[in-house]
């Protein structure tokens, strides 16, 4: 069954937009109620969390109306980041949870993501069966102007900021200061509040959300303003996350920013060589640099990929019995602590493991030597199909030739955007620069481009 609504990580658009809005969001609260029903679970409990975009709480009040419309039990935990919503769907005996958030998106954007009773994310699947259920245009009623209906709330920050705080050491983290970029999202209150618990001076940017400056300027998409921060604050490390903070990116000593990547090799060599990694296998996608298999088969383990998506990983990583594994993009999965991607949960591990060896990140990096790699998104007017694109094929083919065993090329469409992105990665940078400007070249032939990065 294939998915029309349901993208690599939920339904993501803007605001306002045909499927961002609160009727169609109400009408998906409904059918993921329904779909619980079809599956034996009546009246389902479903934690409906959210980011600080403005768009959220009414759209979060919109879910949770359609929810009850559907004869599910909808509870509204507030602002509250994505892990939290996961952690307290499993630990709390919910059916579901429901995150209304874009995650690294601009602010204009948002979107709705469900999380299973174990916490871990639908699969393509059970996405396919809630669109299933969908019902028509106007099926749920009272939603003129956003739905403010009568929802229970409950707290769940409190339990998870604890949980954290328990990674480390009590007072581990005294005399430390560690800049922290929150966004501007949903982690401005549980993120400091661990690291200040566990002894940590912060010095803080992206923490004055006002429900449109989310990731603007700040945040994982835009690491050199911490980098600006640990320079000037003399910082021991920084840490970004996103909107609703299931993606962390670091930054060294030095003002050198880490991606998902190289944190990912930190912390798998480490448990290698302390017999921690079960069953010596680290999962990553496609998307990640082949560094990273040759850093961990040097260690003595092995690298699986899979699609791009964390869900997509989070999934072998249950398959396999895997320890750990990610995405470069930053999403970290640490199954010890919860089965989703959580940033906070990413970067206190990287700190213990400075604790253990005493060594700082600028030197825990080293680890990964990268090939190199170079990427591009083009916005698109249409994701046309990419067998359908000549000129795009065949530049593929003769760069996939040149490059050999030892290289690749990724081609794909954004999962959330209107974009196409392509990645080259090889031995000689020279071959990679020139690859990546003639797929960029080929794609405008084939496709009506309005826009690059």
Same mark, same amino acid.
């Given at each position: ?10 339904v ?13 969001v ?17 009246s389902?409990k479903?934690?409906?969390g ?21 004869g ?30 874009a995650s ?7 979107g ?19 669109e299933?259920h ?34 480390l ?7 430390w200061k ?48 911490? $980098?600006? +921060?640990? !320079?000037?604050? #003399? &910082?021991? @490390? %920084?840490?970004?996350?996103? =909107? ?12 050198g ?27 990553v ?7 990273v ?13 899979t699609?791009v998506?964390?869900?997509?990983? $989070?999934? +072998?990583? !249950?398959?396999? #019995? &895997?320890? @750990? %594994?990610?995405?470069?993009? =930053? ?53 046309k ?44 940078e020279?071959?990679?620069?020139s690859?990546?400007?003639r797929?960029?070249?080929a794609a ?10």
């Amino acid at each position: 069954m294939q998915r029309l609504y349901f993208g690599t990580d939920g339904v993501r658009g803007p605001y306002g937009g045909p499927v961002m809005n609160e009727e169609f969001v109400a009408r998906l609260g409904a059918a993921a109620a329904r779909w619980l029903d079809a599956r034996g679970v009546s009246s389902g409990k479903v934690l409906i969390g959210r980011d600080t975009r403005a768009s959220g709480a009414s759209l979060a009040a919109a879910v949770g109306a359609g929810v009850l419309f559907g004869g599910g039990r909808a509870v509204a935990l507030g602002i509250v980041p994505t892990p939290a919503v996961s952690r307290a769907v499993r630990l709390g005996g919910a059916a579901l949870g429901a995150v209304v958030t874009a995650s690294h998106n601009p602010a204009g954007d948002n979107g709705v993501k469900f999380f299973g009773a174990d916490g871990s994310k639908l699969t393509d699947a059970d996405e396919a069966e809630i669109e299933s259920h969908l019902q028509p245009p106007g099926s749920v009623p009272g939603l003129r102007g956003g739905h403010r209906g009568e929802i229970p709330r409950e707290s769940v920050l409190e339990p998870y900021i604890q949980a954290a705080s328990r990674i480390l050491p009590s007072g581990s983290l005294r005399g430390w200061k560690i800049a922290l970029d929150t966004a501007n999202g949903a982690t401005c209150a549980s993120s400091p509040a661990v690291l200040q618990a566990l002894g940590a001076e912060i010095a803080a940017l992206g923490n004055r959300p006002d429900g449109v400056n989310i990731n603007e300027g700040v945040g994982t998409e835009h690491p050199e303003a911490l $980098a600006g +921060r640990v !320079r000037s604050a #003399g &910082a021991r @490390l %920084g840490i970004a996350h996103d =909107g609703d903070g299931d993606r962390c990116v670091l930054c060294d000593e030095l003002g050198g920013i880490l991606d998902g990547d190289e944190v990912l090799a930190i912390l798998a060599t480490d448990a290698l060589a302390r017999g921690r990694l079960s069953p010596k296998t680290l999962v990553v996608t496609v998307q990640s640099n082949l560094g990273v298999d040759a850093a961990i088969e040097a260690a003595g383990g092995r690298v699986i990929r899979t699609a791009v998506g964390d869900r997509y990983v $989070a999934e +072998r990583m !249950r398959a396999e #019995g &895997a320890a @750990l %594994g990610g995405e470069s993009s =930053g999403h970290v999965v640490c199954p010890d602590f919860g089965p989703t991607g959580d940033g906070l949960v990413a970067a206190l591990k990287v700190i213990g493991v400075m604790l253990e060896t005493g060594r700082p990140l600028s030197e825990l990096r080293k680890v990964l030597r990268k090939f190199p790699q170079l990427s591009a998104a083009l916005t698109v007017r249409e994701k046309k199909p990419l067998e359908s694109l000549p000129a795009l094929a065949c530049e593929i083919r003769a760069l996939e030739q040149k490059l050999g065993a030892r290289g690749r090329v990724l081609v794909r469409f954004s999962g959330t955007e209107p974009k196409l992105r392509l990645l080259v990665e090889g031995l000689e940078e020279g071959v990679v620069r020139s690859g990546i400007e003639r797929l960029c070249a080929a794609a405008r032939v084939d496709l009506d481009v309005v826009a690059a990065s």
